[in-house]
Structures are given as structure tokens and as C-alpha cells.
């Protein structure tokens, strides 16, 4: 039972660098998230993607970018980063019935990316 | 601004008590509220689902309520256990958001033997 895989589940990286966080899920679901959680912060949506094809903002989208690059897959880029961005970053996904419909299904978790930039 | 909150940020409880967790949250017009347990270097695994049209849902040990009209949810865990001891987070999906969860900051629970 896979279920939401992330990887790496470590990574330090200096200031400017980019790298790119993966995020898989074997679950047939149609939608997909990208959370960061913060001490005294809470879990923030970074960017999420309804189903496949689509991407949108969520709340604290600058600095990242997002691909979906099929159903399964749904990758979240730092083109430069920052020290502010050090952070845990989850990956969640869960089913809709359509773009514009939602079938009240819970959101399932990978284990995270412990990203700490220097 | 649609927010949820929790308190307290943290609880200490002996083992075998009854306890309860509260959830409160701005904006009556919810699609459902989840409960979310996480521990430590984890990721979140839901707990329980509540519909906007329901009043409660159980799973074993825990009962999750849902008032819409006071804004309040709670998660009451009976008989509890040292491997309850994480945190619980609550997590609203308000009419509108286009079907995003909105996360409460959690409640650590630790259960002493």
C-alpha cells in the first residue's frame, strides 16, 4: 500500500539553488496538493491541481512553481531558493467526481520533504 | 477571513481517561470538516469525515461532532491510550473555496502511562 509517495524525504540546499520536490500517488486520484507546514504556522497551501491538465494558486504560491504531469504525478519546483522557505513540504491527494463537483472524500498525506536551505 | 482554531495547543492527560478535543470555525456554510492525526516526522492520516448534512461520525474509539450553527467541532477520544499520544488537527472546507481545506494549528496530545 504505497498510497502518496514524496521524494527526497531530506534535502539541504544553499540559497539561489533549485532543486525539485516529487510527488506520486497510486490511488487513481484525480486531485492533488501541495502543503508546507510551518512551526506556529500551521499546514498552508502552497499550489494544488483539481485534476489533471489544471494547476491553481493556493495560499503562499510565490516562489514555487507546479507541473502535473499525469494523473499519478504532481512535482513542486523552488527555481531559487530562499532561507524563508525552509520548511516540511506535504504532498496530499484525494478523488472529485469532476472539476466542479467534490465526492466528500478525506485528503491522503505522503510523509513529507524536510527541506532546510542555508 | 474564514480561520480555524484549536485549543488548547496542548494536552496532558493519564492513561484510560476520556478526553476531548475542540475545533471552532468562522462561516457556518462548510462542504465537511476532517480530523487528522500526525505524528512525529509523519505525514497526516485522517481520522474522520463529517459531512455538512451530518451531526457525528465514529470510528472505534473516537467520536467526531459537528455543530454548524456555534462553529464548533469535537473529537472525543474514549479510554486513551499511550499510542494516542500525536497531534490532532482539524481541517474545514468551506462553501467556495473551490474545494480546499483550511487547517486548524493542531493539538498535541500526550498520554502518560
Known amino acids: 500500500n504505497a498510497g502518496v509517495t514524496q521524494t527526497p524525504k531530506f534535502q539541504v540546499l544553499k540559497t539561489g539553488q533549485s532543486m525539485t520536490l516529487q510527488c506520486a500517488q497510486d490511488?487513481?486520484?484525480?486531485?492533488m496538493y501541495w502543503y508546507r507546514q510551518d512551526p506556529g504556522m500551521g499546514l498552508r497551501l502552497i499550489y494544488y491541481s483539481a485534476s489533471e491538465g489544471t494547476t491553481d494558486k493556493g495560499e503562499v504560491p510565490n516562489g514555487y512553481n507546479v507541473s502535473r504531469l499525469n494523473k499519478r504525478e504532481f512535482s513542486l519546483r523552488l527555481e531559487s531558493a530562499a532561507p524563508s522557505q525552509t520548511s516540511v513540504y506535504f504532498c496530499?491527494?484525494?478523488?472529485?467526481?469532476?472539476?466542479?463537483?467534490?465526492?466528500?472524500?478525506?485528503?491522503?498525506f505522503g510523509d513529507g520533504t524536510r527541506l532546510s536551505i542555508l | 477571513k474564514q480561520e480555524v482554531t484549536q485549543i488548547p495547543a496542548a494536552l496532558s492527560v493519564p492513561e484510560g481517561e476520556n478526553l476531548v478535543l475542540n475545533c471552532s470555525f468562522t462561516d457556518s456554510a462548510i462542504y465537511n470538516l476532517q480530523w487528522f492525526r500526525q505524528d512525529p516526522g509523519k505525514g497526516l492520516t485522517s481520522l474522520l469525515l463529517?459531512?455538512?448534512?451530518?451531526r457525528e461520525q465514529t470510528s472505534g474509539r473516537l467520536n467526531a461532532s459537528l455543530d454548524k450553527s456555534s462553529g464548533r467541532s469535537t473529537l472525543y477520544i474514549a479510554a486513551s491510550q499511550p499510542g494516542d499520544s500525536a497531534t490532532y488537527l482539524c481541517a474545514v472546507m468551506w462553501v467556495g473555496s473551490n474545494y480546499k481545506l483550511t487547517f486548524g494549528k493542531g493539538t498535541l496530545l500526550t498520554v502518560n502511562p
Open positions: 463529517i459531512q455538512s448534512s451530518q
Open positions: 490511488m487513481n486520484h484525480n486531485s
Open positions: 496530499a491527494s484525494t478523488s472529485r467526481v469532476s472539476r466542479t463537483a467534490y465526492s466528500n472524500q478525506p485528503q491522503h
